[in-house]
């Protein structure tokens, strides 16, 4: 099975730190997403890597940024946290030619306070 | 991007069979059609996908008239644990479409006893 693991389930932080989130998946997969879901919202894409050190912005990509040095490892950084990025981040990941296909983790619930 | 619209809520008993329908005017000619399928606090889970036709595996199936304006995800026999949201996407499946992938809301499914 596919298996992709958030480095923390729930996480507090106060506003203005800096924020790591981390990421792995363990299948060889080519693209890893990182999203954020609030309610009425639905899941929205932060940003999109499909190889080591390549990325694309999604939809919100304003007050993120990402790092992918390794192939496995694809990490979402706040550079300074404030309270509107209070949310549930969910990181994926698919093989190269699937990428509707996607492989979610549990997710981190982030509170900024 | 092909823009979705699938009803917010539906309800239905155990036992029941479920169509979910999703529709998609303007989708593209290499556009597909995915469906997702997430449990409270947990990450969306892949469940289907098709271009055309129908397709069936031993979770749903998926149906798509031959205009492709719309498709339906079909639960047989529903049980209380396929209480979930459902999501459904349309997208170009190659990577230059990756970083635009929109989940949208999706339509929450009850299932009572």
Redesign the interface.
């Known amino acids: 099975d596919v298996k992709v693991t958030q480095s923390s389930r729930y996480l507090v932080k106060r506003t203005g730190e800096k924020v790591f989130l981390e990421c792995v998946q363990d299948m060889d997969h080519e693209n890893m997403f990182w999203y954020r879901q609030d309610p009425g919202l639905g899941l929205r894409l932060i940003y999109f890597s499909y190889d080591v050190k390549m990325k694309e912005k999604g939809d919100i990509p304003e007050g993120y940024s990402v790092s992918r040095e390794k192939k496995e490892r694809f990490s979402l950084i706040l550079e300074s946290a404030s309270t509107n990025q209070t949310s549930m981040y969910l990181c994926a990941s698919s093989r190269s030619g699937t990428p509707y296909e996607q492989y979610f983790g549990p997710g981190t619930r982030l509170t900024v306070t | 991007l092909a823009k979705t619209t699938q009803p917010i809520s539906m309800d239905s008993y155990e036992g029941q069979e479920v169509n979910i329908t999703c529709s998609h005017n303007n989708i593209a000619t290499n556009d ?1 059609i ?1 469906w997702y399928q997430q449990f409270p ?6 469940i289907i ?1 098709g271009y055309k036709t129908k397709v069936t595996n031993e979770v749903a199936s998926l149906f798509i008239p031959a205009d492709r304006k719309s498709s339906t995800l079909s639960l047989p026999r529903v049980s209380l644990s396929d209480t979930a949201v459902y ?1 459904c ?1 349309v ?1 170009d ?3 230059s ?10 339509t929450r499914l009850s299932i009572r006893p």
Request: charged share 15%; net charge positive.
């Open positions: 597909y995915t606090s947990q990450g969306p889970r892949f996908q999501y996407l997208g499946i190659r990577r479409s990756a970083s635009k992938i929109i989940f949208g809301s999706g």
